[in-house]
């Protein structure tokens, strides 16, 4: 009986850790101010991707139609291993580089206040949120 809850305890932490490998946040950043995207970068690491996670959710989202100025300077998608879709982000940067506003699947929005804002930024680009142009 010890062998078996041993084993089913070693299977889960296996296949836990194995999943925790195949996720990732695929980062794009507007080139000039047309809607042209280059890869930025790639988040593989699993706190990372957890991080940027647990900020995402823990933002008040609403439901609401928002007309942006410009297209997004950033856009950035996780990929799960158990999801075939990614999920897709257009992130924008506040005019006076201290916030972000979030738009997700076209009609969910979030202004993140500025010490979130700061940290998702960072954990997203590796930069800081007022040192952008």
Partial sequence: MMC???????????IAGC?????????QKRIGIENIYEEFKM???NQQVQNVWEIINNGDWE???VQMALPPDYRFAFHFHN??????????????KDMVEIIKA????VQLDRNKSAELFEALTGEKLADQE
């Avoid at 490998?21 to 980062?27: C, D, H, L, P």
């Avoid at 999801?83 to 506040?94: D, G, R």
Wanted: hydrophobic share 45%.
């Fill in 19 to 27: 999943s925790n490998q195949e996720q990732s946040i695929e980062v």
């Fill in 4 to 14: 078996l809850i041993a084993l089913i305890g070693f299977v889960s932490i296996y």
């Fill in 43 to 45: 988040i593989t690491n």
């Fill in 106 to 109: 076209g009609n969910k929005y």
């Fill in 63 to 65: 439901t609401a139609k």
């Fill in 83 to 96: 999801e075939e879709k990614a999920v897709l982000f257009e992130l924008w940067i506040s005019p006076n």
